[in-house]
């Protein structure tokens, strides 16, 4: 542990070094060209230092059968977005190498698992398959380990998550029958992370041919002491050792990380950048992660299930090529199934495993680049970051004793967060053409603070369209605590809600700081939430803030995952018991799934008997990305398999992902590639009105309708109505599915703030059902028109949303 920390260190002062990074970047000359073309959010992922895992595709022309082999493809690409990555799916279309395929392009490759007309690509195929497309002679492929590697490497993707190697055939020494991907792990420096080689493959000869390739070969922990086997695919026990045991994905981006740093290191010392190829040190890794402990097959039965089908490839005369599908194909046969389950649940773990090695090695190669963080800039320009404010003139406010106000009836609650923002933007020197700041020095900049976090931003749009409003968060006792104290008053928020902690390390105000360049996009942000994250015991909850909810007992309490998961938990709760309706924020993939949280079901907002009508939260407005980890969240957490979740699917007259040729219609097809409308579809249960943010393809609207719902029989809704459940059904009415495209589209000069438009939609919908709106759809077209202003506007939330008050 003590030498990855090590590494990790160093890399993060090395990879500062532009010298240095350069060469890991390598795609530039060869992005776009006639035999390869890299997806433009693989090359900004890649160019920005965001994580970035390669996925193959041979899994999908060759493994799965379709349409199996569409939907793996779809659930590893959610797997990799809902950890924090950017899939990079590879393979050859109409003769050319793609690195990140769109949507369209995998489902049009991997269909060819139905006709069998994709070729295998390996590293020997590539030159033939590109150049018969030089010629016309366009075929699809779907790339191998090997095949994978050398097209990330060119690509600059560094990770790469599969499901298992190829290796050395029993008899190999022989008949010299090895795979190429171990050849290529000996020469191609891809941290390749999967579940070892086929168990039927000479596993002893496969680690001692990586050996000789120079290949560093570890296996994860997984929770397990001392030293651990290398995995044997579909059984996470071979009675082989594992040459290095990992101990987990900090471990591994620190050995990927130390590679880096020795390769370039020598090019540095020795050769020119443009002379990589020749360098000694260009080897790949080989990390395998077990199959998850519920799918292993014991490694007793699998290896008499081995030798049958062994013994039955011999005898029918199957080799070379043939061999390895003939085997498998007895195998699946033979553990009745078994083997299928069992490979399905390893690829989805490595890839998951996969993604997060490739998210410590971001953060490691990085160590001043981008927070994966939403923060929300609000208007208080009256406040300067050198004001200072007496504090004798807010001493009323800072005190955790409770209210100094009496509280009058609200119509909503807002709890979250509150921060300080700073937003430094560069102010390059005149006639100076650089529009980013430089590295390592001081930068002239205009230099502004504004109030913000993801609840107030909320709060000030529910205010500003007419509602009454008690916003709830926490501050030190600090100058930025102070200063926003003071913020909120001039905005005319209550400061009542607002608990003040004595000034301590754990207890800083919020604060973001953006730096930005000449154009004013990001280039660097920071960001101190800490005190959102502190346990309910040091924020007095039933002493503070449960007493509010008694007395004003608002309609709605909207509540935004910047809390931890206990207080998330508590705030959810304490509404429910005061008869509140619940708005949950997401606020960003990581924090979305705190709704779901697995520590124990206690701690859990939404437990498996929080379905409807019992339901804890009533309203939640994700976006696409938040949507899909939300999805993955509640699968993983048991919720959508409980009886309660299944009660409600079956009820609402539709299948669990409901009817593909249905929801396109009622949709698009882009969107149910993506999942959007299912994923939307199986969250019903436990949270029955969903609005996922599109951006320009505008807002999704999906609900639970209660039986004798005026829509159900509603010539205007019909088009709207997914399903209709039994009449007899005396909690469920059917389920509404609606697509309102964007209000308008903006050009890019006119989108001055990204920030605090999906809060602002989110403030408005509420406050328009409070003042009288009786369905969600009839609001939507107002907050699609908040939202707008408020991108067309600086410094968070546009003050004009006032005038739309009256509609």
């Not at 298992?164 to 190999?172: D, E, F, M, P, S």
């Not at 004013?520 to 346990?535: H, Q, R, S, W």
């Amino acid at each position: 542990m003590l030498a990855s920390q090590a590494a990790a260190r160093h890399c993060c002062r090395r990879a500062r070094s532009p010298a240095l990074a350069l060469p890991s970047r390598r795609l530039h000359g060869l992005a776009q060209s006639k035999f390869l073309q890299v997806s433009e959010e693989v090359r900004d992922a890649v160019a920005t230092g965001k994580p970035v895992v390669a996925l193959e595709s041979t899994i999908y022309t060759h493994g799965f059968p379709y349409p199996e082999s569409v939907a793996l493809a779809s659930l590893l690409e959610t797997v990799v977005r809902a950890n924090g990555g950017v899939p990079a799916t590879i393979g050859i279309l109409n003769g050319i190498a793609k690195v990140g395929l769109s949507a369209e392009e995998l489902i049009e490759l991997a269909s060819t698992a139905e006709s069998k007309s994709a070729l295998k690509v390996s590293r020997r195929d590539l030159g033939y398959i590109c150049g018969l497309g030089l010629t016309g002679k366009r075929l699809h492929g779907g790339t191998t380990v090997s095949g994978t590697m050398i097209l990330a490497h060119l690509a600059g993707v560094r990770v790469f998550g599969t499901g298992g190697l190829g290796g050395v055939h029993r008899g190999g020494e022989n008949s010299m029958d090895i795979s190429a991907d171990l050849t290529e792990l000996g020469r191609t420096p891809v941290a390749v992370v999967s579940s070892g080689c086929k168990s039927f493959l000479d596993i002893p000869r496969t680690l001692e041919y990586l050996e000789t390739e120079g290949v560093c070969v570890g296996t994860f922990a997984d929770g397990r002491k001392g030293q651990v086997d290398f995995p044997a695919f579909f059984t996470r026990d071979s009675g082989i050792k594992s040459p290095k045991v990992i101990q987990d994905e900090a471990e591994a981006a620190a050995i990927i990380c130390e590679l880096i740093l020795l390769l370039y290191s020598t090019a540095m010392a020795n050769v020119s950048l443009d002379a990589q190829s020749k360098l000694p040190v260009s080897s790949g890794m080989h990390f395998a992660n077990p199959v998850p402990v519920e799918q292993s097959i014991p490694k007793h039965e699998m290896d008499e299930i081995i030798e049958e089908a062994i013994r039955l490839a011999e005898v029918e005369g199957h080799q070379g090529s043939d061999n390895t599908p003939f085997v498998l194909s007895k195998i699946k046969q033979l553990s009745g199934g078994k083997s299928v389950a069992a490979n399905r649940a390893l690829v989805e773990a490595n890839v998951q495993r996969a993604t997060r090695v490739a998210v410590e090695l971001a953060k490691l190669e990085q160590s001043n680049g981008r927070l994966n963080e939403r923060h929300m800039p609000a208007i208080s320009g009256d406040v300067r970051a050198d004001q200072s404010i007496p504090k004798a003139e807010l001493k009323p406010n800072l005190t955790t004793e409770g209210p100094t106000e009496i509280l009058d009836k609200v119509d909503v609650l807002v709890a979250g967060s509150l921060a300080v923002d700073l937003s430094c933007d560069y102010a390059p020197p005149a006639g100076e053409q650089n529009i980013r700041p430089v590295s390592d020095t001081s930068n002239p900049a205009t230099v502004t603070q504004s109030l913000g976090g993801v609840g107030h931003n909320v709060a000030i749009a529910t205010k500003y369209l007419g509602s009454s409003v008690l916003f709830c968060s926490v501050v030190g006792d600090d100058l930025s605590g102070r200063a926003a104290l003071s913020a909120l008053q001039k905005e005319g928020l209550s400061t009542t809600g607002v608990q003040v902690l004595p000034a301590s390390n754990d207890a800083r105000t919020a604060q973001y700081v953006a730096v930005n360049d000449g154009k004013k996009d990001l280039v660097m942000a920071m960001a101190d939430m800490g005190i959102m994250e502190m346990p309910e015991q040091k924020l007095d909850f039933e002493g503070f803030w449960e007493p509010m909810l008694s007395r004003t007992k608002p309609e709605w309490v909207i509540v935004d995952a910047n809390w931890s998961p206990e207080v998330l938990s508590k705030w959810v709760a304490a509404a429910k018991k005061h008869g509140a309706r619940v708005a949950f924020e997401p606020v960003s993939n990581a924090k979305s799934r705190r709704l779901f949280s697995k520590s124990t079901e206690a701690n859990a907002a939404i437990s498996p008997t929080a379905a409807v009508p019992n339901n804890a939260i009533s309203l939640a407005t994700p976006n696409k990305y938040e949507l899909t980890t939300m999805y993955t969240a509640a699968r993983e957490s048991g919720l959508l398999d409980s009886e309660s979740w299944w009660r409600i699917i079956d009820a609402m007259g539709m299948s669990s992902t409901g009817s593909r040729d249905r929801l396109v219609a009622m949709t698009s097809n882009p969107l149910v590639d993506q999942g959007i409308p299912q994923q939307s579809i199986q969250l019903l249960p436990f949270i029955p009105c969903i609005i996922t943010k599109l951006g320009s393809q505008g807002v999704l609207v999906t609900q639970l309708l209660r039986p004798r719902d005026p829509r159900l029989t509603s010539p205007d809704s019909a088009p709207y109505i997914l399903s209709r459940a039994a009449a007899s059904d005396q909690y469920i009415g059917g389920a509404y599915l609606r697509l309102f495209p964007p209000a308008a589209v903006l050009a890019d000069e006119e989108i001055v703030s990204v920030n605090g438009a999906g809060d602002t939609l989110l403030g408005a919908v509420i406050s328009g059902l409070v003042q009288g709106s009786k369905t969600v759809e009839d609001v939507i077209p107002l907050a699609q028109e908040a939202s707008l202003r408020t991108l067309k506007s600086s410094g968070g939330v546009s003050s004009d949303i006032v005038s739309l008050r009256r509609s």
